[in-house]
């Protein structure tokens, strides 16, 4: 059980770059979610979604696309890099969205855009 | 909109000894959940201890515990015979307990120090 995972594990993009950040687990989680970390300001959600094939905005999702078409995975894509989102990004799901299920963490991408 | 602050962006304390970390939250919902993460220099959230608005009782977890205030909506993290892996970012989650969401929204972290 390797829990959530997520490549890769740094990543240097020039702006205007698009990639995909992956993330995937194996715990037949429903719930799964991407955060940014920035210095001083805590973690922020981006997107997340409560099942395969439905997504939902966060509080920072503009320059981000996600989908959903597997239970197991949930990609990150940027679509244009600005160095605005120069951060560490986070993964992390969850058995339902409901009660006081514990949210797993993936070990983060550290991503720098210049 | 549900907010939660923490209002100290480092703390430190002697190792053996005891601190307590502030968290405060706003929210008009009784339903909702609290929660501790620990983030070492690894970069890895760990869960420290996890409380259920509903329960009175204080949760535990070994050398921590909390202070739940539910009408003060404080919800403060008491680190007992602090050890030097305690040293780590501390941040302070609340989630609502109802809907069909799981977000979490996160505090903006205090620092930890463990001096020797």
């Known amino acids: 059980n390797a829990g959530v995972t997520q490549t890769p594990k740094f990543q240097v993009l020039k702006t205007g770059q698009s990639m995909t950040l992956q993330c995937a687990q194996d715990?037949?989680?429903?719930?799964m979610s991407w955060y940014r970390q920035d210095p001083g300001m805590g973690l922020r959600l981006i997107h997340y979604?409560?099942?395969?094939?439905?997504?939902d905005q966060g509080e920072v999702p503009n320059g981000y696309n996600v989908s959903r078409s597997t239970t197991e995975d949930f990609p990150l894509r940027l679509l244009s890099a600005a160095p605005s989102q120069t951060s560490v990004y986070f993964c992390?799901?969850?058995?339902?969205?409901?009660?006081?299920?514990?949210?797993?963490f993936g070990p983060g991408t550290r991503l720098t855009v210049l | 909109a549900q907010t939660v602050t923490q209002s100290q962006p480092e703390m430190s304390v002697q190792e053996a000894e005891t601190v307590t970390l502030s968290c405060t939250y706003d929210?008009?919902?009784?339903?909702?959940?609290l929660f501790w993460y620990k983030q070492p220099p690894s970069r890895q959230m760990i869960l420290v201890i996890r409380?259920?608005?509903?329960?009175?009782q204080n949760a535990t977890e070994n050398r921590f515990s909390v202070n739940f205030q539910k009408a003060a909506k404080s919800f403060s993290l008491k680190i007992s015979d602090s050890q030097l892996g305690d040293a780590a970012m501390y941040f302070c989650?609340?989630?609502f307990g109802g809907g069909s969401q799981g977000n979490l929204i996160f505090g903006k972290g205090t620092k930890l120090s463990v001096k020797p």
């Open positions: 989650a609340y989630r």
């Open positions: 929210t008009s919902e009784s339903d909702y959940y």
């Open positions: 715990m037949n989680h429903e719930y």
């Open positions: 409380q259920e608005a509903y329960k009175q």
């Open positions: 979604s409560v099942g395969a094939g439905i997504t």
């Open positions: 992390a799901s969850s058995p339902r969205t409901s009660g006081v299920h514990t949210q797993y």
